[in-house]
């Protein structure tokens, strides 16, 4: 199957998402909310592309919106520009510290409006990857709470979570950086709650905090490794060239 | 023969003390003593839908209707059965007093299909509703082919009372298209409008037509399990529904093998938490799944992939109660009945500064002037008519010069505004438009979900600016930034809340946008609603002196003696419209403020 974005034919799998195929087939379309990792959400808006299909010409949001049949696809029209442009902008006013929606308000020349009212010193654009990596690692330390203009994320009544260990994968993938992690060299401070950090046997660098070594060695039913991972095999390769005599 | 004393029992009545007027009346009959003759039964019923008139006790069949009804009415009652009626009591149509519905305007040119049992049956009784021919349908179905059945639900032209209007035939059609199972069929009750009733009125008056409904889908679709989506707040009607779902289950009509066929249905009821978006059909199965109440994108519908990822057909309370009434009399008699695209009845929930207020059935393409003067009686005190709010927060608000549209799915879409589930708001010239675009956008910012941007992010500056203007802030360009946002949420809004959240905020541009420029231009509100941007005086040539406008204030501002002009202090005033309501002689006029708090 074949569909054609901005002119260029693409060739697909029937259900295969709309922002895969353009980034296969080297068609940029920005997007925040989405994790190559994590299934899509749809929800900053900012793939937003028109998709016209007989007869109708609908905006869609690229990383959810799945091809079934063949189509055209225009990221760069004027409706995708105009509508693309007050979310940004509207993303500006939601979280003015984040560099990177800033970023995204330049390149696609997102209008300034005056009238928005800024949220103070805000980068979280409330995407809800952090809860959603949380979630998939099984922890579910924090998820989004309220509703409407009062959604934000937390941990449950905002207090220190009991499950967290520290493992700032929320962090890893937030788009705007949004996710505060303080590291000092012994503990690292994430969500109102410090976790000691632990050192490679070998080399001394920081391996991640203890609680989430521990959580890890526990799945795998094996004892925390005493090394990180590249003493690990410069500790192996060391056996080798012993062994063999290289 | 038996002659039943119906006493109203929904909500509306319950509040105003239905409750102790049954109790009253069966004391009353008791203490009478047995007619031998006549077998009197006291029934508790569902809403009858005039609701501001309650507590209605009907007797059939001597087709007497009473209303605002005390407990010490009851020995009169109970004096007067079969005999002359309690005149008091009786409904006045241009001061005489009418025993029967048929004379009374509220009720005479409603058509009941959906509400056809309620205030006739005891909802609490399953025999009731057996008894006025309830669970034929169903019995019918069970003789019948799915495809049959489907057949007579199209022919039907039935299409979904929820707002969107989709067709109910197709929407099973395509379910029962798909072989995956199992699949599952969920009956929406978690109308959130604001000032709608019209599924609260059925899931507690007659909640067996809800189950049949939902039974026949099963059927059609080839589903065995099925959730009644209802939210936490409708007690009776929760009440209600799980007493109905244990005695069809106890009477062999739902449950494995229903009516003694090889076909079975489990129904549950799931309470909702009180989320607006939760009506939203994906909102609402993540919900019943057990995960938070956001919708999804539809880009495939929940007919295939629904609740669980199976096939789902999700249908609204009011479609639910059409179908038993379909299969009966067949799709072609309801598709005899309303306008050519919209076939059929739709409840309203007739509000606001009208007469006549509650909860009325009408063949659909009947005009809203129609419903608003005809059956509503017209705005309260003969005021001029403004406007009416249509489909609650995802409708729009229709001017005075389009009363005379027909009110069914397709016309007020086009319009800007939409029929909706049936919220119907009356407003009169004291309603501030852009204080209701405020009110709504207000509504939405704190009910959408929050997930998407142009939803979230966008009703919340649009309120903020809507909040300025009504406040005195607003400035020039606003209105235009307003419609810019509008158009991104409709266009790029991830679910159908986002995407029709605009409407109120642009429809009441589109046809009171001198009221916007008054508010923004001139710092003043023409209706006298907005408190920062309006001031009340006292008209002495009108002022009686009759001192009820300085008893209601509530902050003392207003002075004047018996039978002397008054005077109302513009420091003290915090300008709330009370005064103005009170008076009868419209002596409270508005003025612009002259200390404006900008």
Redesign the interface.
Known sequence: MTVTIDGIPCACEAGEYLLDIAARNGVTIPSLCHHGGLPGQGCCRVCIVEVEQGGWKNIVAACIYPVERECAVFTKSERVIRQRGMVLSLLRAAAPESAEVARLCEVYDAPEYERFVKKPKERCILCGLCAKACQSLGTGAIVTVNRGVEKAVSTPYDEPSAVCAGCKSCAEVCPTGAVEVIEDGINRTIWGKSFPLKKCGGCGALTGTLAELERAADKAGAEIPALCNRCKQKSMSDVLASTYGW | MTRTVLVCCGTGCIATGSLSVAEALRGEIQKSGADATVETVIKETGCNGFCENGPIVNIVPDDVSYYKVKPKDAPDIVKGLGGEPVRRLLYRVDGKPVPSQKENPFYAPQHKIALRNIGIIDPAEISDYIGRGGYEALQKALAMTPDEIIGEVEASGLRGRGGAGFSTGRKWRIAAGYESNPKYVVCNGDEGDPGAFMDRSILEGDPHTVLEGMAICALAIGAAEGFLYIRDEYGLALKHMEKAIRDAEDKGILGDKIMGSDKSLRLTVVRGGG?F?CGESTALMASIEGR?GEP??K??RSVQRGLWDQPTVLNNVETLANIPVIINEGGEAFARIGAPKSKGTKVFALVGKVKRTGLIEVPMGVTLRHLIYDIGGGVIGDRPFKAVQTGGPSGGCIPADMLDLPVDFDTLTSYGAMMGSGGLIVMDDRSCMVEVARYYANF???????????C??????M???LTDICEGRG?D??VT?LE??S??ML????CALGKSAPNPVLTTIKYFRDEYDAHIGDKRCPAGVCPKLTAFEVDPALCTGCTLCKRTCPVGAISGELKTAHEISESACTACGVCREACRFDAIITAPKRRCGV
Request: charged content about 25%; glycine content about 10%; overall charge neutral.
């Open positions: 989320a978006v938070v999804r994108a880009y495939i939405l910012a704190g009910e959408s979900c929050g997930k998407c941007t142009p979230r992010e966008g009703l919340r500056q309120l903020i600016i400035k360009g606003d930034l810019e946002i158009a991104t266009d790029s809004s991830l």
